[in-house]
């Protein structure tokens, strides 16, 4: 059973540009969580999709970022217009259905992205 | 608001030594704790979660113990060796319920095992 994936696992991009990055869960996990740890910072919770819905996006950024989570194929977070400041690690995280006792995260290697 | 503190920031011991990292959280009514372990430019290895029902749970060298009412839990590594020096992570559910959602991290506590 692979573990969740995630590509690519480096990034550049210039001032402006689009970045897109992508995360597979799991299999049989329907629940995605995106998180982002900024240079010396903690891991920061992002966004949380199920399969064509956006249950919880309360840590987004208001403009720029978007997140979706398509009937088929891996999750993807799109960062629109980067700037210096985005530069970081986005982690993608998967969990199986919530009835299962546990709701245990397990996370991705991460795509590191440098803004120049 | 659910806060989650990690003492020591960083920690050096030699090898062979057995040590505590700590974690607190503000809000006590959390339904599991998870502790993680990080390679420096890696994702996180899950090493424990303990449902809030459990006092603690043990993986190998690894112990864990949860103290809900005292908002507090200790990872406990025995008998240190170099190839465990890494940052380690603990996270609570930002929800109070076993609905799933996002987890709140603390700041994490960067361990050195000196050969």
């Known amino acids: 059973n692979a573990g969740v994936m995630q590509n690519p696992r480096h990034l550049v991009r210039r001032r402006g540009q689009e970045a897109r990055l992508r995360c597979s869960p799991m299999k049989g996990h329907s629940h995605v969580y995106w998180y982002r740890q900024l240079p010396e910072e903690g891991l920061k919770f992002m966004v949380y999709?199920?399969?064509?819905?956006?249950?919880?996006e309360s840590g987004m950024p208001k403009e720029r970022f978007s997140a979706e989570f398509p009937k088929e194929g891996p999750s993807i977070l799109r960062i629109q217009q980067v700037v210096r400041g985005d530069s970081a690690a986005y982690f993608c995280?998967?969990?199986?259905?919530?009835?299962?006792?546990?709701?245990?995260?397990?996370f991705g290697p991460g795509t590191r992205l440098t803004v120049l | 608001k659910q806060e989650v503190t990690q003492i020591p920031a960083a920690l050096s011991v030699p090898e062979g030594e057995n040590l505590v990292l700590n974690c607190s959280f503000t809000d006590s009514a959390i339904y599991n704790l998870q502790w993680f372990r990080q390679d420096p430019g890696k994702g996180l290895t899950s090493l424990l979660l303990i449902q809030s029902s459990q006092r603690e749970q043990t993986s190998g060298r690894l112990n864990a113990s949860l103290d809900k009412s005292s908002g507090r839990s200790t990872l406990y590594i025995a008998a240190s060796q170099p190839g465990d020096s890494a940052t380690y992570l603990c996270?609570?559910?930002?929800?109070?319920?076993?609905?799933?959602?996002?987890?709140?991290f603390g700041q994490g506590t960067e361990l050195s095992v000196k050969p």
């Open positions: 999709l199920q399969k064509e819905n956006i249950i919880d």
């Open positions: 995280a998967s969990s199986p259905p919530v009835r299962i006792i546990y709701n245990e995260q397990f």
């Open positions: 996270a609570v559910p930002g929800r109070l319920d076993n609905q799933g959602g996002k987890l709140i």
